[in-house]
């Protein structure tokens, strides 16, 4: 599992939230669950330009037989600093 860092929205403003990448069904979005969950718990949003950046990620590694989570890794930068979504500022 690999942790990247995106840019949230809650309301106005963005802030940084942590997700995590594994090896999901290929019918399942990568981030459906982290998006529901910080939806109804939090009141926040994972953008529509991230989450489409992962799901074309997805498809990528599907039709390549790579794995999804080195395919981010290389794509994305390292775990610790991505930050697909935005500035991080």
Same mark, same amino acid.
């Given at each position: 599992? @690999?942790?990247?860092?995106?840019?949230?929205?809650?309301?106005?403003?963005?802030?940084?939230?942590?997700?995590?990448?594994?090896?999901?069904?290929? @019918?399942?979005?990568?981030?459906?669950?982290?998006?529901?969950?910080?939806?109804?718990?939090?009141?926040?949003?994972?953008? =529509?330009?991230?989450?489409?950046?992962?799901? @074309?990620?997805?498809?990528?590694?599907?039709?390549?037989?790579?794995?999804?989570?080195?395919?981010?890794?290389?794509?994305?930068?390292?775990?610790?600093? =991505?930050?697909?979504?935005?500035?991080?500022?």
């Amino acid at each position: 599992m @690999k942790k990247f860092t995106v840019q949230c929205d809650f309301g106005d403003q963005r802030y940084p939230v942590q997700v995590y990448i594994g090896n999901p069904n290929k @019918k399942t979005h990568p981030l459906l669950y982290q998006y529901l969950w910080l939806r109804d718990t939090r009141g926040g949003g994972i953008p =529509t330009e991230v989450m489409e950046s992962f799901k @074309k990620l997805q498809n990528i590694a599907a039709e390549n037989k790579v794995d999804f989570e080195e395919l981010c890794m290389h794509a994305l930068g390292s775990n610790n600093d =991505t930050d697909p979504g935005g500035t991080s500022g």
